[in-house]
């Protein structure tokens, strides 16, 4: 099986055990339909990993990548998108997964991630990921540090980061740097884009700078014409059209109204989970509950690819849970058959 099939299968994902989600493809086209969905949202899970974290659209991932942190990777001619499952940070913690990781001809690592809600010790986490990538790509003998490869880590915020606040770029580069502020290492570079400053400061923005382009493609696709479109490049009438929901599969379809239906749900859970928390002044309950939301989004996309007999590798690599999380899942999806 290929890459592409492989990802057509993999794009089946349906919540059978949620009597609400059980869609046939009229009722997809149906919400479709009276959503006026025309086009994928890129900053979806589904979007975001179909669009930039596949085989066949690495031509794409490749121009944002030179075009958003080529000045300091130099120019990307090729990648490899490598396993993104990291081992446990702390002992008999589970494994954790990243959104996109890829690896490029010059063996330097890349880090893409999306971040939709707000988490306490991103950053931390961040680095924590970094130096994992680090010391994945590190090749054993005897001159093992002449090997340690670069990492790169591209993030996209669609809240404002609080370590940035009160500033009103929307685009950091993270280096480390000496007493006299000049750059020490680009050995591991983190970049920050904060969607939200962007899209306010986008009235004075120019459209015609190809990586203002891409971070309104990425953000307002959905409000672009096809008559703009064409007068763009090829690379982004191609990143156009693999939005456009007309072009996606039944497979695909279904997957991505699941989607939407299951974000909104969580999101909704958040919100009101957030409001409570504020009430209570309990920061440390909506943390709980942005996390517990992100992960009942996970098992629900799981459960959804289990039960339409998907292998435990690939619905793992598409979920982000691990595959003994998998195996239990996989228990409950075959009680539910019966």
Same mark, same amino acid.
Do not use: W
């Given at each position: 099986m290929n890459r592409k099939e492989e990802y057509e299968e993999a794009s089946l994902g349906v919540e059978r055990s949620t009597k609400q989600l059980e869609l046939t493809k009229q /009722?997809?086209?149906?919400? =479709?339909? /009276?959503?006026?969905?025309?086009l994928i949202d890129p900053l979806s899970d589904f979007g975001f990993k179909r669009l930039l974290g596949m /085989?066949?659209?690495? *031509?794409?991932?490749i121009h944002l990548l030179n075009t958003l942190i080529g000045e300091d990777t130099g120019l990307i001619t090729d990648i490899t998108f490598i396993e993104s499952e990291m081992v446990g940070f702390l002992p008999g913690k589970r494994k954790v997964r990243l959104d996109i990781h890829c690896k490029t001809q010059n063996s330097d690592h890349i880090i893409i991630e999306m971040q939709r809600e707000g988490q306490r010790y991103f950053v931390s986490r961040l680095r #924590? +990921? &970094?130096?994992?990538?680090?010391?994945?790509?590190?090749?054993?003998?005897? *001159?093992? +540090?002449?090997? #340690? $490869?670069?990492? +790169?880590?591209?993030?996209f915020m669609e809240?404002? @980061? $609080?370590?940035? %606040?009160?500033r009103k770029r929307f685009f950091w580069k993270v280096y480390q740097k000496d007493d006299d502020n000049e750059i020490f290492s680009k050995e591991n570079v983190l970049y920050f884009v904060e969607l939200c400053k962007f899209a306010?400061?986008?009235?004075?923005?120019?459209?015609?700078?190809? %990586?203002?382009?891409w971070l309104y493609m990425l953000t307002h696709v959905a409000d672009i014409s096809k008559k703009e479109v064409r007068k763009m490049s090829p690379i982004f009438?191609?990143?156009y059209n693999e939005c456009l =929901?007309?072009?996606? &599969?039944? @497979?695909?379809?279904?997957?991505?109204?699941?989607?939407?239906? *299951? +974000?909104a749900d969580v999101k909704e859970s958040? @919100?009101?989970?957030r409001e409570e928390g504020i009430l209570q002044g309990i920061e440390q309950g909506r943390e709980e509950g942005r996390e517990e939301g992100r992960e009942v989004e996970k098992r629900q996309l799981a459960r959804n690819m289990l039960a339409e007999g998907l292998e435990p590798a690939t619905v793992a690599k598409i979920s982000g849970l691990t595959e003994d999380e998998i195996l239990a899942l996989m228990q409950d999806v075959s009680s539910q058959r019966r």
């Open positions: /009722e997809v086209d149906t919400i =479709i339909s /009276e959503r006026g969905l025309v /085989e066949r659209n690495k *031509e794409i991932t #924590v +990921y &970094t130096s994992h990538s680090t010391i994945s790509g590190v090749k054993i003998g005897d *001159e093992v +540090y002449a090997s #340690v $490869p670069r990492v +790169y880590s591209l993030c809240q404002d @980061m $609080p370590e940035f %606040k009160g306010a400061h986008l009235e004075t923005l120019d459209l015609t700078d190809e %990586k203002n382009l009438q191609r990143f =929901i007309s072009n996606l &599969t039944d @497979m695909e379809k279904k997957i991505y109204v699941r989607n939407v239906l *299951e +974000y958040l @919100m009101c989970e």
